[in-house]
């Protein structure tokens, strides 16, 4: 294993930012992983960690295929992540909306076009990601529709699902985005959470990433053999939303199975205890995310559904 | 009249309302309307002063109104209150979300409400003041998909500047991008700087949006004569400054000032050393139109913009 800086700024009171990758084995630019971009993105991180003490495991033991060099990236913002902040320290922009990056850019863009330039040309890469919205997810797979998509390749990580994604326009600025435009086949790894650690999942995304990479042959591994995964698309999706604000009383989870006409979770009064909205299962189908939050909005997309199929 | 545009109720005994403030002649009058809308970022306070001027100006002198026009001071009440520029809770840009969604979530729902509301307007300005960072000449950015609609009102809106930029797809989710995508021609106006009223440049915008209104039927009374704005549409034109290093950054130019090859435009020093870590010097000619304002900068930071003339 080898610990390296892939990029650095000085800064003026605290230390240098760096961006350190830890690279195994050698030869051709076989997988980039990249974990946390986000100051809030624990999960992710934690995912990188146990990914990388796995792979020089693996390494000692000369699991590593000869001419393959494979890249963890476990923090893009070791800034943000120090001070809990989810952006960046300054000016609060999003390192995940800056790619490509440039170099001759603002402080985001430099660090995004920096870590740019030391990825782009591996051949697949994987970024463990986080979702906006507060709540769990069903561990999947997120891929963007841009014409370079791999759904095949992307169901050889055996979780259950394969999202298939529109990209909107914020979204060409990500890094899966320009992955697949600089032709990288770039997945996006979704596990439960994202600030809280779930350490179930991040095992069992840890054993999906190192079973994609032995059937890729880039290491030997037997481990996880995982799901036959079922593809759906983010329009296939339903999301079931609450029609007031209050406290969330979730009655089922991310992951269960749920019926039509299920009782999903009730809102109930913040200052009178009273229940002012129930949420039922609109079809039969799959939780693939719930709202976690003791509060909700009203209009809040609090669960999504995929729906039950004939072919499932 | 202020009417509610749009309403959601949040969990502990609140709604969040975005209102408007609408003028519009007693009786008759003709159909033409123009929207003033502000403080989509909650830290850009520059058109709250244009807001209050033309508020109180035009219902002092009704009469002269032969048009309507839609006052939305605060799009992201939130962002204003708590001095946050994004959506609070959220930690979401507002100004990324339009075109919105009637079925979406809160803040989707929020955006096509506002949307829904504007599109139809004969003409639009959405008032920024840059951000706490930069300060910024009174100016009009353009997209230049939509450069041939704008610029005949942008020329009227005296302006000191219009900046015509090339297309990005990341701006589609823009407010002004989604109204001007359906027709509703929308001017972005960017001066001053973020958490400050620069008086001046409100007043010198609120005369140009009346100039504006006079030339569309819509005001009758007292016009004002208008800046002939510079107009620069190629992307080699504007040179842009970033920091070489770290540090703290005292500037030795302002805004608006004319500058030489070579001059001395500020200094990043480090305070604890006591040391210049760097000078920044004009690379060229031009005209300084944005001038970093917040003093800490991290290699990269934007220092300012030169138009080359």
Redesign the interface.
Known sequence: MERKTIFQ?????RDD?RVTGFSFGHGERAVCIVGSMRGNENQQLYCCAELVRKLKALEEKGCIREGREILVIPCVNPYSMNIKK??WS???TDIN?MFPGYS???????IAGGVFEAIKDYTYGLQFASF??PGRFVPHIRIMKTGFEDVELAKKFGFPYVVLHTP???D??TLNYNWQIWETRAFSVYTTTTERIDRVSARQAVEAVLSFLQKQGIVDYSGFEGYVSKVVSTEEMVSVRNR????FEGKANAGEYVRKGQLLACIVD??EGMVVDQIYAPLEGTLLFSHAEP???????VYKIIPETEDW | MITTVVK??????ESLVIRKMRLAPAQGGGSKRISIVTGIHGDELEGQYVCYRLSGYLQEHAQNLQGTVDIYPALNPFGIDSIT??IPA???DMN?IFPGNTE???NE?LAAEILKDIIGSDLVFDIHAS?I?LTEVPQIRINELHEAKLVPFAREANVDFIWIHGAN?????TFAYSLNAVGTPTLVVEMGVGMRITQAYGEQLFRGILHLMKQMGIWTGEDYVVKKPVISSKPEDVC?L?AS????FLKNREHGEHLEHGDLIGRIV?P?TGMIINEIKAPVSGWLFTIREYP?V?????IGRILRC
């Open positions: 700024i000085r800064a003026l009171y930012f989810r952006f300054i000016d609060n909306r001759e850019g603002e402080t985001t863009q430099r906006y919205m909107r326009p914020f060409t600025a007031r604000a209050g406290f913040c200052y509060k909700v909005y009203e209009n809040t997309a | 959601a109720d949040l969990p502990v005994d520029r994004g959220f930690d979401l990324r979406g979530d809160m729902y951000n960072f797809t990341v701006l589609e989710s842009f970033n290093a770290s540090g703290i480090n604890l800490v991290n290699e990269g930071s934007l």
